[in-house]
């Protein structure tokens, strides 16, 4: 499984469904085979990265 933003593999499960990259500091949920991605505030609020992404680019990447 690959990160969509940076593409890096240094994604580690933080729970159900639930990864954070520690390349670039994203959450990832997965949500019907597409990522969701949120950015983690220094408030620690989420804000959404989404509409950032093409769904093409959401879509997992296993390997
Ligand atoms: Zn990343």
Redesign the pocket.
């Known amino acids: 499984m690959r ?1 969509p ?2 593409k ?1 593999k240094d994604i580690g499960k933080i729970g159900t469904n639930q990864y954070y ?1 520690w ?2 500091f ?1 959450e990832l949920t997965i949500d019907n085979g597409r990522f969701c991605l949120h950015q983690v505030e220094a408030d620690g609020s989420l804000s959404s990265l989404d509409d950032l992404f093409e769904e093409e680019e959401r879509r997992i990447q296993m390997d």
Do not use: A, L, R, Y
């Open positions: 990160c933003n940076c890096g990259c390349n670039c994203i």
